[in-house]
């Protein structure tokens, strides 16, 4: 099937903790995985990517785990801030694809609590 | 830092209208897409567009949807006949690649049909 998909719709933390958001995708075809920042009323914001070939990337306090076993992906955020309150998608785009299309899952809302 | 615009934010239009919304993508950039979000939804792929012409289209993207660029700069997608199903926010996107690139999103035109 196509499809990638979120568990969790609804992640509540304090602030200070680390987040963490998970991500199942179904084709295991897919080469390369990204996770958008959609604050309310905007478009979404890359945040990180990372390519099939690798398990781990790093960013400023972010990062993405790829399971190829499991077909799983997870995005890390540390020490949770207030602004890091939005919707979080994880979203796939292959190089099979002659259109760059990307596949979105679900989204996870992330509440971070003061 | 370069940015995709998009115009108006918000149109509300009566069923059974055209309705156009407008983009511009970054400049050198060359792969171009819109998306549609229903409210409390996933982000879903409608269309996407290089060397001026269109390379894929989803189901949704049906008779009633064409896109265009006219001039080089501006990205557009008709709605010839809305329903009231059309309503969501679109998003323009572009790429400077297909794959393994950043997909750079506008902050989307929310359309209403009443």
């Known amino acids: 099937g196509e499809s990638v998909g979120l568990h969790l719709p609804t992640l509540s933390v304090q602030e200070g903790d680390n987040s963490i958001i998970n991500c199942a995708y179904s084709?295991?075809?897919?080469?390369?995985f990204i996770w958008y920042k959609q604050e309310s009323g905007k478009g979404p914001q890359f945040i990180i990517d990372?390519?099939?070939?690798?398990d781990k990337r790093q960013g400023q306090r972010v990062t993405v785990l790829l399971n190829k076993t499991v077909k799983h992906l997870s995005l890390q955020i540390a020490a949770t801030q207030p602004g890091d309150s939005a919707v979080y998608f994880c979203?796939?785009?292959?190089?099979?694809?002659?259109?760059?299309?990307?596949?979105f899952g679900q989204g996870t809302t992330l509440q971070v609590k003061p | 830092e370069p940015e995709v615009t998009q115009t108006p934010s918000h149109q509300v239009t009566q069923m059974g209208q055209e309705v156009i919304l407008r983009c511009v993508p970054i400049?050198?950039?060359?792969?171009f897409y819109w998306y549609r979000q229903i409210l409390g939804q996933k982000v879903e792929f409608l269309v996407s567009?290089?060397?001026?012409?269109?390379?894929?289209k989803s189901e949704i993207f049906d008779d009633q949807f064409s896109v265009e660029r006219p001039d080089g700069s501006n990205f557009t997608l008709k709605i010839r006949s809305t329903k009231l199903e059309d309503s969501a926010m679109y998003f323009c996107?572009?790429?400077?690649?297909?794959?393994?690139?950043?997909?750079?999103f506008g902050q989307g035109t929310r359309l209403t049909v009443v």
């Open positions: 979203a796939e785009n292959r190089d099979s694809s002659n259109t760059g299309k990307l596949i």
């Open positions: 084709n295991s075809a897919s080469d390369y």
């Open positions: 990372i390519r099939s070939n690798m």
């Open positions: 400049s050198n950039h060359l792969y």
């Open positions: 567009f290089y060397n001026n012409e269109i390379s894929e």
């Open positions: 996107a572009s790429m400077t690649g297909r794959v393994g690139t950043e997909a750079f």
